[in-house]
């Protein structure tokens, strides 16, 4: 068992009555924390790992013996990192949250999303041109990999039922980190993460890092075959293996040992495979803070690239929006320095009629721009299917409104 932690257990009788706009829920395993009401918030920069991790130890050591703190930290180094600290948390086991779905779904409002409006902040186009350009650089430059993403937003005709949104994550994804962040009264950021960046507790670290991927496939025998491209492709072998050497030289420091397998394995979620790699460490000091390695991991090259500041620098230039909490990172601490960390993917910042949706792909100098297109596409279908939408639905609707600017 990874995390064992005294929270207080639910009542089987009630349900959770999860409120988007003010809880937070991080799923992991076959545990889920779910928290209710919000103490207090606080920010605080992420360019200095010392002023992050005093200024999350002093707002916990303020608080009753078992608080944790609830954050996400955004790409970009420049900008400030949100804390939630919960009236109240619950520690839920799967059965539990099954039946709380159950009962949730039941008495929820089904209503089908109607989608009016389809906006790409960066386009097929753009993205394609943006993969040639990165070519381009790995050739003049010491650049060799980049992680390039598009953003969409979409407007629906009633209001987003978000829990409905975050029951759909819960039942269509039985791996993976779902989690569920209200970043403020307006805006909730929501999704089921593939990717631990980092969980410790006490000595103990562990690292998933995934990069490579592939659609998954309607036949078995489809699946079979990606399966086995995935894991034979030079490309993919290439782009997995820069994420797992910088993730290995910021955490060798931190420990006495780690153990990194000499080959990636296959990982699924309901729509993708990915290469990963699973690193576990013990750490030279137990009480070294999660945050004071999860934010020198941060950004890592599976959701940047190499060199990270070159590529960090290309990306802002080449996807002209900011990615703000997009491809950050999301988890939870205790008051010794314990916790989970994700990567922010898969997922969705909701507001009221809009929801923003991410999906990036990690570009090297063998990348074809229809092919990382069309993995992002595949990205995409986690948080389209969880608001009851298929890719067709946006791909014509944008269609139609490029046909319209023309
Ligand atoms: C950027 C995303 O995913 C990242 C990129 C991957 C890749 O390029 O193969 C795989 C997993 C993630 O590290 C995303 O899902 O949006």
Same mark, same amino acid.
């Given at each position: 068992?990874?995390?064992? #932690?005294?929270?207080?257990?639910?009542?089987?009788?009630?349900?959770?009555?999860?409120?988007?706009?003010?809880?937070?829920?991080?799923?992991?395993?076959?545990?889920?924390?779910? +928290?209710?009401?919000?103490?207090?918030?606080? /920010? =605080?920069?992420?360019?200095? +790992? *010392?002023?992050?991790?005093?200024?999350?130890? *002093?707002?916990?050591?303020?608080?009753?013996?078992?608080?944790?703190?609830?954050?996400?930290?955004?790409?970009?180094? /420049?900008?400030?990192?949100?804390?939630?600290?919960? &009236?109240?948390?619950?520690? @839920?086991?799967?059965?539990?949250?099954?039946?709380?779905?159950?009962?949730?779904? =039941?008495?929820?409002?089904? %209503?089908? &999303?109607?989608?009016?409006?389809?906006?790409?902040?960066?386009?097929?186009?753009?993205?394609?041109?943006?993969?040639?350009?990165?070519?381009?650089?790995?050739?003049?430059?010491?650049l060799e990999k980049i992680v390039l993403s598009k953003q969409v937003d979409l407007t629906f005709k009633d209001p987003i039922n978000k829990e409905l949104v975050l029951s759909q994550l819960l039942q269509q994804s039985r791996n993976g980190y779902h989690f569920s962040f209200p970043v403020n009264d307006h805006?909730?950021?929501?999704?089921?993460?593939?990717?631990?960046?980092?969980?410790?507790?006490?000595? #103990?670290?562990?690292?998933?890092?995934?990069?490579?991927?592939?659609?998954?496939?309607?036949?078995?025998?489809?699946?079979?075959?990606? %399966?086995?491209?995935?894991?034979?492709?030079?490309?993919?072998?290439?782009?997995?293996?820069?994420?797992?050497?910088?993730?290995?030289?910021?955490?060798?420091?931190?420990?006495?040992?780690?153990?990194?397998?000499?080959?990636?394995?296959?990982?699924?979620?309901?729509?993708?495979?990915?290469?990963?790699?699973?690193?576990? $460490?013990?750490?030279?000091?137990? #009480?070294? #803070?999660?945050?004071?390695?999860? &934010?020198?991991?941060?950004?890592?090259?599976?959701?940047?690239? %190499?060199?990270?500041?070159?590529?960090?620098?290309?990306?802002?230039?080449?996807?002209?929006?900011?990615?703000?909490?997009?491809? $950050?990172?999301? $988890? @939870?601490?205790?008051?010794?320095?314990?916790?989970?960390?994700?990567?922010?993917?898969?997922?969705?910042?909701?507001?009221k009629y809009q929801a923003r949706l991410f999906a990036g792909a990690g570009i090297v100098s063998a990348s074809e721009p229809a092919l990382e297109w069309q993995e992002t596409d595949a990205k995409l279908k986690t948080m389209l299917n969880a608001l009851g939408l298929e890719l067709k639905d946006i791909q *014509?609707?944008?269609?139609?409104?490029?046909?319209?600017?023309?």
């Amino acid at each position: 068992m990874y995390m064992k #932690h005294a929270f207080e257990m639910p009542d089987p009788n009630k349900t959770l009555n999860f409120q988007s706009q003010r809880d937070c829920l991080f799923m992991s395993g076959e545990q889920c924390i779910v +928290t209710q009401g919000v103490k207090s918030r606080f /920010t =605080s920069p992420i360019n200095n +790992t *010392q002023q992050l991790v005093e200024t999350v130890q *002093q707002q916990l050591t303020k608080q009753p013996e078992g608080t944790l703190a609830f954050g996400v930290l955004p790409f970009c180094k /420049t900008q400030q990192a949100h804390f939630i600290i919960p &009236n109240k948390t619950t520690r @839920w086991e799967r059965p539990a949250i099954s039946s709380w779905l159950k009962a949730e779904l =039941s008495t929820l409002n089904k %209503k089908v &999303n109607h989608i009016e409006a389809v906006t790409y902040l960066q386009n097929q186009a753009q993205f394609k041109s943006s993969v040639n350009a990165a070519k381009q650089l790995f050739s003049e430059t010491t650049l060799e990999k980049i992680v390039l993403s598009k953003q969409v937003d979409l407007t629906f005709k009633d209001p987003i039922n978000k829990e409905l949104v975050l029951s759909q994550l819960l039942q269509q994804s039985r791996n993976g980190y779902h989690f569920s962040f209200p970043v403020n009264d307006h805006r909730t950021l929501m999704g089921v993460s593939p990717e631990l960046l980092l969980a410790k507790h006490g000595p #103990h670290v562990l690292s998933n890092p995934l990069a490579g991927s592939i659609p998954r496939a309607a036949s078995a025998e489809q699946e079979a075959k990606h %399966k086995k491209a995935l894991f034979n492709s030079h490309k993919d072998r290439f782009e997995h293996a820069v994420v797992i050497e910088d993730m290995e030289k910021v955490l060798t420091p931190f420990c006495n040992t780690l153990d990194v397998p000499l080959e990636p394995s296959l990982l699924s979620t309901a729509t993708m495979w990915h290469l990963s790699t699973e690193l576990k $460490g013990e750490l030279q000091n137990q #009480h070294t #803070h999660i945050l004071d390695i999860a &934010n020198k991991l941060h950004p890592s090259p599976a959701l940047c690239g %190499k060199p990270t500041q070159a590529a960090y620098s290309h990306i802002l230039d080449l996807e002209k929006h900011s990615r703000d909490l997009f491809s $950050g990172i999301i $988890g @939870w601490c205790d008051q010794h320095g314990n916790g989970e960390w994700v990567v922010v993917i898969r997922c969705a910042q909701l507001e009221k009629y809009q929801a923003r949706l991410f999906a990036g792909a990690g570009i090297v100098s063998a990348s074809e721009p229809a092919l990382e297109w069309q993995e992002t596409d595949a990205k995409l279908k986690t948080m389209l299917n969880a608001l009851g939408l298929e890719l067709k639905d946006i791909q *014509q609707l944008s269609n139609l409104k490029e046909k319209a600017e023309l």
